[in-house]
């Protein structure tokens, strides 16, 4: 990775990590205020604070701290140390059972309120997305056997109308974690509709570790542009060998080149071993050589020489479609993509934990961080639809029944509302103990799948 895509990702990590922990922690913040408990701190970090401000008639403190990944409010409790008598009434454990499950939940609810204001926005202010339009199946695939052919363009899954290639891809992900078979409606260039029937059963539960798609079966077309530079990465191999945009690529190592696939096809086949590049620029004939270097994108591992296709208007608008709509029907489809995606990361963690899928599914802060990187190089709208993404898993994760984290405290006053009465202190404190266990565990699991995706790309 060069010093460019480093700064993405460090960039890109480091404000979804600040924009998902103060959105979290500011719902508990409401919340209390709201109850009218005291907040002693607000700190976005864990550990010894870098930077603290005192203000307010309560003079809270607001924080920095130095372990990012996390954040906490302090409020007044009378577990934790003496409480003057006449502040006790606004003592956190004094609140009503109804009142502290509803500062503890304000948190979770924060974050999906986040996806839902960011997806309304991007659905009322549309997105640029691929068309549902079909590339070839390769052969011994679903898709293959469900005669799905290129160039025919999606038209619904299960009956449920999709316009785009993430809807598609959508649909089909929610229909693969039930293995069940689905009917994809197609339609041709020449306005035949047909339905193919793709048996998901038959698809192996380790698919589920890659692209979904890709182990179907169902490819993206994409139309071979013309081969004309349209942008060179600064400090690259191709900058330093002087490619410049506008430059149109004759041939490879004395292979014609008729198109942008063949130019990413070379280089990609070549490694790391120098390739003689014939150029056009302004009339004249150029001859250079590049050598190519290893990046990783999007989890592969590849050779690239840092140049980029120059986009064709007309065909982006052959292959390309703005879905946008009204706000009420934006807020709808907010509400409904958040809903559905904090279920499908429910029935995901579900299968995980009965063995139906792979440990390998959970990912750490490293691919976090690279997949932060990538959306935001692609655009705003990519990394806005990550930060609700993430922000979904943030909330779904934190309302899992788990010691320390908000679910685990929901599951204490769930007892206590059965017994009648606070649970002792000695079931709180191995309870404590479980839950950091717990967690522990599954950031070392998380962590190490990271590791295992970095080597092998």
Same mark, same amino acid.
């Given at each position: ?10 960039? %890109? ?42 203000? %307010? ?40 059972? *109804? ?7 304000? *948190? ?65 992900? /929610? ?122 994108? *999007? ?6 020489? %840092? ?52 440990? /390998?599914?959970?990912? *750490? ?93």
């Amino acid at each position: 990775m060069n010093l460019e895509g480093a700064l993405w990702v460090i960039g %890109g990590f480091a404000l979804a990590l600040g924009v998902l922990i103060v959105v979290h922690e500011l719902g508990h913040y409401a919340a209390a205020r709201l109850c009218n408990v005291k907040i002693l701190r607000f700190s976005v970090g864990f550990g010894r604070p870098l930077w603290l401000r005192r203000c %307010g008639k309560d003079q809270t403190e607001w924080a920095l701290a130095a372990f990012p990944l996390g954040g906490y409010v302090k409020m007044l409790d009378e577990g934790e140390g003496a409480v003057p008598a006449h502040e006790a009434p606004r003592a956190f454990n004094r609140q009503s059972l *109804g009142k502290r499950s509803f500062i503890v939940i304000a *948190g979770p609810l924060a974050n999906f309120l986040l996806a839902v204001v960011l997806y309304g926005f991007l659905f009322h202010t549309g997105v640029e997305e691929p068309r549902p339009v079909f590339g070839e199946p390769p052969p011994a695939t679903l898709a293959a056997a469900a005669e799905i052919g290129a160039g025919q363009t999606a038209r619904s899954v299960a009956g449920k109308p999709v316009a785009t290639w993430g809807e598609l891809r959508w649909e089909m992900l /929610r229909h693969v974690l039930d293995r069940e078979s689905v009917v994809i409606e197609t339609i041709d260039a020449h306005g035949a509709i047909e339905f193919h029937r793709l048996e998901l059963g038959r698809l192996a539960p380790a698919a589920l570790e890659g692209d979904v798609m890709q182990a179907l079966g169902l490819q993206l077309h994409r139309p071979d542009l013309p081969a004309v530079i349209g942008g060179v990465q600064p400090d690259s191999p191709a900058a330093r060998a002087g490619v410049r945009v506008g430059d149109r690529v004759t041939a490879i190592d004395g292979q014609p080149v008729d198109g942008w696939r063949a130019v990413t096809q070379a280089i990609r086949a070549a490694g790391t071993r120098e390739l003689v590049i014939d150029l056009e620029r302004d009339a004249q004939l150029l001859r250079i050589g590049v050598a190519p270097e290893f990046a990783t994108v *999007g989890g592969q591992t590849i050779a690239r020489i %840092g140049v980029a296709v120059r986009d064709d208007p007309e065909l982006r608008r052959q292959f390309m479609v703005s879905v946008s709509y009204g706000p009420l029907e934006s807020l709808e489809r907010a509400l409904a993509q958040t809903w559905d995606t904090a279920a499908l990361s429910l029935r995901m963690i579900g299968r995980m934990i009965t063995g139906e899928l792979s440990l /390998r599914n959970l990912s *750490g802060p490293v691919t976090i961080a690279d997949y932060a990187g990538q959306t935001a190089r692609m655009g705003a709208d990519y990394y806005l639809r990550f930060l609700a993404l993430i922000s979904i898993s943030l909330g779904v994760l934190n309302l899992l029944p788990i010691p320390l984290l908000d679910g685990g405290h929901l599951m204490y006053y769930l007892a206590e509302l059965i017994k009648g009465g606070p649970l002792a202190e000695r079931t709180l404190a191995i309870g404590q103990r479980i839950g950091l266990a717990l967690l522990a565990l599954l950031m070392g699991l998380a962590l190490y799948n990271d590791i295992l995706r970095l080597i092998s790309g």
